[in-house]
């Protein structure tokens, strides 16, 4: 099984709401910073866009373009992480990422070097 594996993407309108999901097995069980990553087919040469990360103490960091609407939360017992997302809008469309770091906790912020990767799942946002 992959150690990371996301769920929950989906078409939605302008203004609508997501829950992503990412489910976290072998060693990314242990993780101790997570987070959530976004890109558009458009830019590949950006790279991946840090959205949201939370370490395994509870704190949390959010993009600007995020925050107060975006919520980032775990559910330690069944170590999945998820991404509440509200308020959605035709810029938010892109394939997000899970993230875990097994190591150490999120030192770097968005920076920080991550050991795992989920698969993707795709996010679009129409108006």
């Known amino acids: 099984q992959a150690p990371l594996v996301e769920s929950g993407g989906g078409s939605v309108q302008t203004g609508g709401s997501l829950r992503l999901s990412c489910a976290a097995s072998?060693?990314?069980?242990?993780?101790?910073?997570m987070g959530w990553f976004r890109q558009t087919p458009g830019n590949p040469g950006k790279g991946r866009e840090g959205?949201?990360?939370?370490?395994?103490?509870?704190?949390?960091t959010y993009a600007e373009n995020a925050k107060g609407r975006f919520t980032i939360s775990q559910d330690n017992a069944k170590n999945i992480l998820y991404l509440q997302m509200n308020s959605l809008k035709p810029e938010d469309t892109a394939t997000y990422y899970c993230?875990?770091?097994?190591?150490?906790?999120?030192?770097?912020?968005?920076?920080?070097?991550?050991?795992?990767w989920g698969q993707g799942t795709q996010v679009t946002v129409s108006s």
């Open positions: 959205v949201a990360i939370r370490d395994f103490r509870g704190n949390t």
């Open positions: 072998g060693t990314a069980f242990s993780a101790k910073c």
């Open positions: 993230a875990a770091l097994v190591g150490r906790d999120c030192w770097r912020g968005f920076y920080t070097y991550f050991d795992y």
